[in-house]
């Protein structure tokens, strides 16, 4: 189960964190990311982790979101700064496996809203 946070409302160059939790039982062996959708768009990559550890951003975000991840804890999260208009949308947490051997899985948090007013 993946539980994020942190969504709200702001103004145009403002700031949020995001944060995300995973619990029960999770493979070792897995990345974590953060996804969006706006109305209307299809759900894009954000800001993710590789199963090597690298981080990897949209074109749009990049200089201004960083993801970090406390393996400890589960939990990934999501700084955004310089937040603009069009950074407006659901934010979803993601957890997709990366077995050895066998299939991938991918697991959603519930979403959590994102309005950034000019």
């Known amino acids: 189960q993946l539980q994020a946070s942190g969504g709200g409302l702001v103004q145009a160059g403002g700031s949020l964190r995001l944060s995300c939790v995973a619990s029960?039982?999770?493979?070792?062996?897995?990345?974590m990311a953060w996804y969006r959708q706006a109305p209307g768009d299809q759900r894009e990559l954000v800001a993710g982790f590789t199963s090597d550890d690298a981080t990897k951003y949209a074109d749009s975000v990049k200089g201004r979101f960083t993801i970090s991840r406390d393996n400890a804890k589960n939990m990934v999260a999501l700084q955004m700064n310089n937040l603009k208009p069009e950074d407006t949308a659901v934010y979803y947490c993601?957890?997709?496996?990366?077995?050895?051997?066998?299939?991938?899985?991918?697991?959603w948090g519930q979403g959590t809203q994102v309005t950034v007013s000019s």
């Open positions: 029960g039982s999770i493979p070792r062996r897995n990345v």
């Open positions: 993601n957890l997709k496996t990366v077995p050895i051997i066998g299939r991938s899985y991918n697991y």
